[in-house]
């Protein structure tokens, strides 16, 4: 095998399906991505065993064949060079070569027979919006998604479309994230959830905001297709928790505040309060919000925001990262806060609405 590519493209090629690789695995296949080259232009992928992520290109190929590389150093190396075209070719032994003028890299390889091919989807139903929208939707609650490997059904968003509205939803039990968007006929109803990886593949998608994303589903998968790139993934099993108990159904008390204004205080506090399990107190105190954050070892902090109350004689704490990450997803200016009492879930959303909030747990004031 050997082809020419300008080396921008393939940088770009080459970090995309790695980002779908795996460093926790046994099988060192999936640490690699396959390249194959043919006379149309060379194919690159890459795989975890779930996900399969596929970039097409375009070049000048003298000898079609297939290679396996260690999708790490192969991005590192590649984004590290110059602007201009870079040689690749196999050598003796089922090495590879990368060259850029004087720069020569030789590199493992491993057989590429062993690498698996993106499984068969679709069939069951379709979603398309365009990208800017579904971007948009995705960031609002992704913050949200769970880490725990013990459960994987909270490790992605859950998609429900009943043919007039799109829901998009994640939790980590500590926090609620929901964005729902009015859109009739977009496609099939359903209710799947994708993997938070396959999410974030699909963000990055070469793909201009105003072109249409067509989500297609089918054999428990989820596939993507769009200008030379290819995402499979398969959805995450199991039930979803009904997240609608979990949102309070009447609140009692509100503030209303500017987002950029709450952000910066809180993130000032959170200087100190990272100490102390990034817990912040926040107290209602006539037409301001007084926000305290402690440390043990390192002193306190207290800030203070002007607010528009309703009944916002109340002290509650929560975490200040979630708070951070609940506005910051936020594009109107205000942010409306609702609660009942300090022991039970607050609402923070747009002081304009838009679909979006989030509901956070508080924590204990002491």
Same mark, same amino acid.
């Given at each position: 095998m050997q082809f020419d590519c300008p080396c921008k493209e393939f940088s770009d090629a080459v970090h995309m399906a790695a980002n779908a690789t795996? %460093?926790? /695995?046994? $099988?060192?296949?999936? *640490?690699? !991505?396959?390249?194959?080259?043919?006379?149309? +232009?060379?194919?690159?992928?890459?795989?975890?065993g779930e996900m399969w992520v596929e970039r097409k290109?375009?070049?000048?190929?003298?000898?079609? +064949? #297939?290679?396996?590389?260690?999708?790490? /150093?192969?991005?590192?190396? !590649?984004?590290?060079?110059?602007? +201009?075209?870079?040689? !690749?070719?196999? $050598?003796?032994? *089922?090495?590879?070569?990368? /060259?850029?003028?004087?720069?020569?890299y030789r590199l493992q390889a491993m057989e590429s027979s062993d690498f698996p091919e993106p499984p068969t989807y679709g069939g069951d139903g379709e979603l398309t919006l365009p990208m800017s929208e579904l971007r948009s939707a995705v960031d609002s609650v992704l913050y949200a998604v769970s880490g725990d490997p013990h459960r994987a059904i909270l490790n992605g968003v859950l998609f429900g479309y009943d043919g007039k509205k799109l829901t998009l939803v994640a939790t980590d039990t500590h926090r609620l994230a929901v964005r729902s968007l009015e859109k009739e006929g977009i496609g099939s109803t359903m %209710?799947?959830?994708?993997?938070?990886?396959?999410?974030?593949?699909? @963000?990055?998608?070469?793909?201009?905001?105003?072109?249409?994303?067509e989500l297609k589903f089918g054999g428990g998968r989820l596939g993507v297709e769009a200008n030379g790139a290819k995402i499979v993934s398969q959805l995450l099993n199991g039930t979803f928790p009904n997240w609608e108990r979990v949102?309070?159904?009447?609140?009692?008390?509100?503030?209303?505040?500017?987002?950029? *204004? $709450?952000?910066?205080?809180?993130?000032?506090?959170?200087? $100190?309060? @990272?100490? #102390?399990? #990034?817990?912040l107190r926040f107290k209602g105190d006539g037409d301001e919000i007084v926000i305290a954050g402690r440390s043990e070892e390192r002193g306190e902090a207290k800030e203070s925001v002007p607010m528009v109350a309703s009944n916002g004689d109340i002290e509650i704490a929560f975490n200040g990262s979630y708070v951070r990450d609940a506005i910051a997803v936020i594009h109107g200016d205000g942010v409306r806060i609702e609660m009942t009492e300090n022991t039970r879930p607050a609402v923070f959303k747009p002081a304009d609405g838009n679909g979006y909030f989030c509901v956070i747990m508080p924590m204990q004031l002491t």
């Open positions: 795996s %460093t926790r /695995t046994s $099988l060192p296949i999936l *640490q690699t !991505v396959k390249i194959e080259a043919d006379s149309g +232009g060379i194919r690159v992928l890459g795989c975890d290109l375009a070049c000048m190929v003298s000898e079609p +064949g #297939n290679i396996c590389l260690q999708a790490r /150093t192969l991005s590192d190396i !590649v984004a590290s060079l110059t602007a +201009g075209d870079i040689s !690749v070719k196999t $050598l003796d032994g *089922q090495g590879g070569l990368l /060259t850029q003028g004087a720069s020569e %209710t799947v959830v994708v993997p938070e990886k396959a999410l974030k593949a699909i @963000k990055a998608l070469p793909l201009g905001d105003d072109d249409p994303v949102v309070p159904s009447e609140t009692t008390r509100s503030w209303s505040v500017e987002v950029d *204004q $709450l952000e910066e205080k809180v993130r000032r506090a959170m200087i $100190l309060a @990272k100490d #102390n399990a #990034n817990r």
